[in-house]
């Protein structure tokens, strides 16, 4: 049973949108705002963002992370940038552009005025940032300097060094540790959500577990923010960190919350390539490096010889060949299937030939070594720490991996999922990327959900549904009943005793995940990765071992939780994937695609979002739809050549 | 790289199950190990062997694996993340040691760090640090145009080379002494040189000090080997201006 559902967009032209429903929404007396407990469950940019400012309101904050501090969130490892509409460097950018890129960017299936007010609050969150004191990259008269990044025509990218993301996340901590020393924010270190719970339909609590005691704990709130970042882990071998996990986001699609587009996942063209077999995970190499990088192979099929011995017109240059307009600075998207593809027909390099080369001998030679060290310093040590390679007198090999997921959570206009009181904000949420995500927009994004989205939308909520007019505490029998059904699901996993570790069933996952669900894919492939994981997921719950026990710290078991949920999530995405025979943005079906081989859209039956509902362990979940249309930014097939 | 699974190592790994029991060196030896993996996925595959025997896994903490979130943290063969400069114990790789070698590898040991088990301490005393004082207080949706506060170029980068630590603690566990000033001037030195951070840099310095005193953290005697072991390159240069920085606010406060 399919339901049409709506995002709750206000009605009206679309730059008037959010500041007329800015006027509209009820605000809470400022008397009655530490009345209201907010649990926030995730302290990257999102999580971090929407405390400080909803404590700076006067909410009382329930914070929770599993890292064994706010500062270490995933969002830290965040490199390349962030963009806004600044236009301080006076080349053409506006609201209007950012928000025109990104829709387009997205391959029209994100939500048009969720995408027009992120790029409107854009320039707010520099200025926030800024004041913060997070040492952005400056140009020498003391303004702030701009690249541009991703597949943008503008520089409208701001930076700090290669470590964007751990500017920004610790000017955000800074200011939750702020909110720490006045007693407005309580954080929870080393708690995992566990469950999520409801009563009388709504959000009005978690349960948690405590990672080093293995105790389980209760938590009541008013309103419940996950803020847990992207699943990427899914496929185990990701650029994400290795505690980033779907949990959360799982429990609130058992719950009820619909989950929007999984099979929406970004595959980020450079990366380090795979190394053997014990690698843990994958690292990215900031894509500002394609601004001066040429991405290349040999035209010769396995080749054999050095890259220094293979002369200009044996190599195959062949982003810039196929798309002499934006060349190496074509969107993640469209570099990684082509990546994919050179090292398909065999002309892939380095021992294992999974890989391209990432060249910058002609940017050394045209700026010299010291302003290409200057730039990529950094990356380029890290290259070679883990390569041990040097990069400036051998091209990086490069190959694309797992980065970012786009589908997520659903959300309404207001960051609602579809449980009343349960908001999901950044990575987790499917709201503003559609179908690919641009480059420096999820820190954007992360930012703007939390500094400026919903502390007037949760405060709408609070007034219209006046949850602190029936207070519910921990005895509530909802708790009860939620405390028990973790407590299960952990024995559970220890008492299954069988003969194979949980990162075994991870890896094997991941095979199936990047073999039928990975960079392009088809009916056939999608149908068998299906029934794998189903079988995979059934051996897992006979056969997984997970030593210890449940008290103190273990491993393990916290692992084993978490894979059991991908192996459930992993069927999903095949199925999204499965049921859009469409091609956009990172989603490639290899039955949809144009003549030269670029996805292929079909917007007559698929331009909406796909909104799953859970209805039941081994049922077939429903696949509800919201109708997207797109006033502003008409649709076209995106072309880069 | 090709795969060449050819060390064998011996491993003397810190064990303890809990705050509250006695831990002791153990000895393992390790097959298989790859001059390709890094330190981590090494006691990866130590775990996946520890494990199919149904033994207890080695715990120790870790999340980004890229060197950033600064939740690595092993004392290996006595130096803080290892004898690479400038490198996160993730970050570290097996091809710089050799087969047969053997390593020692512990946690970090301060009094203001309490351990939890194995090889994991607690690190939240560098949290009520921060909220002491290490941030500007300034509230969302105040702040003007970012470009109408300058900031030259120079300073800039100084504000960033001091804003590049990642609180993993290195600099606590490889300090004689255990003190925190290296990771504490970082943040100082930081709101120092900005002018965002001038209103309460008095303050902020004073009541960071005084926090991190009464963590138990030790004082700095001036061994420099927070600065050799951070994989930040953070430099004691920072110390110097928190010092001025304290000087400069014990001197206005009598006014
Ligand atoms: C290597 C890398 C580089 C990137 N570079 C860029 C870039 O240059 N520009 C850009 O715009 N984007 C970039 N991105 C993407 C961007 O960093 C992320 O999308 C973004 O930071 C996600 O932020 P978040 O707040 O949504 O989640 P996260 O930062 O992932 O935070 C998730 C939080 O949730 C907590 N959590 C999760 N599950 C639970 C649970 N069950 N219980 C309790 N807590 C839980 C975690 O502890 C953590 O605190 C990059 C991503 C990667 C991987
Ligand atoms: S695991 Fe993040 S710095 Fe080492």
Redesign the pocket.
């Given at each position: 049973m399919s339901k049409k559902i709506d995002g709750n967009v206000p009605q009206g032209p679309i730059e008037e949108l959010w500041d007329k429903h800015r006027f509209k929404m009820k605000l809470v007396n400022p008397a009655n705002k530490r009345k209201f407990k907010i649990i926030i469950?995730?302290?990257?940019?999102?999580?971090a963002s929407a405390a400080s400012t909803l404590a700076e309101l006067g909410y009382e904050i329930d914070s929770?992370?599993?890292?064994d501090s706010?500062r270490r969130?995933?969002?830290i490892?965040?490199?390349?940038?962030?963009n806004a509409a600044k236009n301080y460097p006076n080349d053409g950018d506006s609201v209007w552009r950012l928000f025109y890129d990104t829709v387009k960017g997205g391959d029209y299936r994100a939500r048009e005025a969720n995408v027009y007010r992120l790029a409107q609050v854009a320039n707010n969150i520099i200025d926030q940032c800024a004041a913060q004191g997070v040492p952005f990259a400056r140009d020498y008269g003391g303004t702030l300097a701009n690249r541009s990044f991703g597949g943008a025509q503008v520089s409208r990218t701001f930076y700090a060094r290669g470590q964007?993301?751990q500017q920004l996340l610790l000017g955000a901590y800074s200011s939750m540790m702020k909110e720490v020393n006045k007693g407005k924010i309580k954080v929870h270190t080393r708690?995992?959500?566990?469950e999520l719970v409801l009563v009388d339909g709504k959000a009005r609590g978690i349960i948690?577990r405590n990672i080093i005691t293995g105790e389980f704990e209760k938590h009541s709130g008013d309103a419940v923010l996950l803020?847990?970042?992207?699943y990427g882990n899914v496929y185990f071998l990701s650029?994400?960190a290795m505690?980033?996990?779907s949990?959360?986001a799982w429990k609130a699609y058992k719950k009820g919350a619909y989950f929007a587009n999984p099979c929406y996942t970004q595959i980020h063209p450079t990366c380090i390539p795979v190394h053997g077999e014990n690698q843990s995970k994958l690292t990215?190499m900031?894509e500002s490096l394609r601004n001066d990088g040429r991405v290349w192979v040999p035209k010769a099929k396995a080749d054999e010889r050095k890259a220094a011995d293979i002369p200009d017109e044996e190599r195959d240059y062949y982003l810039e060949r196929k798309y002499p307009s934006f060349g190496n600075l074509v969107p993640r998207d469209v570099a990684s299937r082509n990546g994919k593809q050179a090292v398909d027909e065999g002309k892939g390099v380095g021992a294992t030939k999974v890989a391209v080369f990432l060249d910058f001998r002609d940017a050394i030679k045209r700026d010299g070594l010291d302003t290409i060290k200057e730039k990529y310093g950094n990356l380029f040590d890290m290259y070679n720490r883990i390569t041990d390679e040097d990069p400036y007198s051998v091209p990086m090999r490069i190959y694309p991996a797992v980065?970012?997921t786009m589908g997520g959570l659903w959300v309404d206009y207001h960051l609602q999922t579809s449980i009343p009181g349960c908001f999901c904000?950044?990575?987790?949420n499917f709201s503003d990327h559609g179908a690919n995500r641009l480059?420096?927009?999820?820190?954007?994004q992360?930012l703007a959900d939390g500094y400026f989205v919903i502390p007037y939308t949760l405060g709408n909520y609070l007034v219209t549904e006046k949850p602190d007019q029936n207070k519910i505490d921990t005895d509530h029998p909802e708790f009860e009943t939620s405390l028990k059904s973790a407590k299960d699901r952990f024995n559970k996993l220890l008492g299954i005793n069988g003969g194979r570790s949980v990162d075994s069933f991870h890896k094997e996952l991941g095979q199936y995940m990047w073999e039928y669900v990975g960079m392009a894919r088809n009916e056939a492939g999608l149908k068998t990765g299906i029934k794998k994981i189903a079988e995979l997921r059934a051996k897992f719950w006979k056969d997984v071992k997970v030593t210890g026990t449940n008290d103190g710290i273990n491993i393990e078991l916290e692992k084993a939780n978490r894979v059991a949920d991908f192996l459930e999530l992993g069927e999903l995405m095949a199925r999204d994937a499965l049921e859009r025979p469409e091609s956009c943005g990172g989603h490639f079906r290899e039955e949809s695609q144009t003549d030269e081989n670029e996805a292929l859209r079909q917007d007559d039956n698929f331009c909406h979002v796909a909104a799953w509902e859970y209805t039941g362990d081994n049922k077939e979940p429903n696949r509800n739809v919201e109708e997207l249309d797109f006033p502003n930014v008409p649709l076209t097939q995106r072309s880069y050549k | 790289m090709s795969d060449k699974n050819n060390m064998t190592l011996n491993l003397k790994i810190w064990r303890q199950e809990g705050a509250n029991v006695k831990g002791s060196i153990v000895d393992y030896r390790l097959e298989g190990v790859s001059p390709d993996m890094s330190f981590l996925e090494m006691l990866d595959l130590l775990n996946e062997n520890l494990i199919n025997q149904g033994q207890d896994p080695v715990a120790f903490d870790h999340d980004c694996r890229?060197g950033i979130c600064g939740m690595c943290s092993l004392m290996i063969n006595g130096q803080a993340h290892g004898p690479e400069r400038e490198t996160t114990t993730c970050q570290l790789h097996m091809r710089k040691f050799k087969d047969g070698d053997t390593i020692v590898i512990e946690p970090w040991r301060a009094k203001a760090f309490p351990l939890h088990k194995d090889l994991m301490v607690d690190r939240s005393a560098f949290d009520d640090i921060m909220s002491a004082g290490g941030y500007v207080n300034v509230s969302t949706g105040n702040a003007q145009d970012a470009n109408s506060i300058l900031i030259g170029k120079d300073k800039a980068e100084l504000a960033m080379d001091a804003a590049s630590c990642i609180g993993c603690a290195a600099c606590v566990a490889s300090c004689k002494n255990a003190s925190a000033m290296l990771f504490v001037s970082a943040k100082v030195s930081q709101l120092a040189l900005l002018p965002q951070g001038q209103e309460e840099a008095s303050t902020r310095v004073q009541n960071m000090v005084s926090k991190m005193d009464d963590l138990g953290f030790g004082n700095c005697t001036n061994e420099a080997e927070c600065e050799a072991q951070c994989p930040k390159g953070i430099k004691i240069s920072n110390i110097s201006r928190m010092n001025r920085e304290y000087l400069k606010a014990s001197v206005t406060a009598h006014h």
């Open positions: 469950v995730g302290t990257g940019l999102a999580g929770f992370c599993i890292q706010p969130a995933h969002s490892a965040a490199q390349g940038g962030i964007t993301g708690q995992e959500m566990v948690t803020c847990t970042g992207g650029t994400n505690t980033s996990n949990s959360a990215l900031s980065h970012y904000l950044g990575e987790a480059g420096a927009s999820a820190l954007m992360g | 890229e």
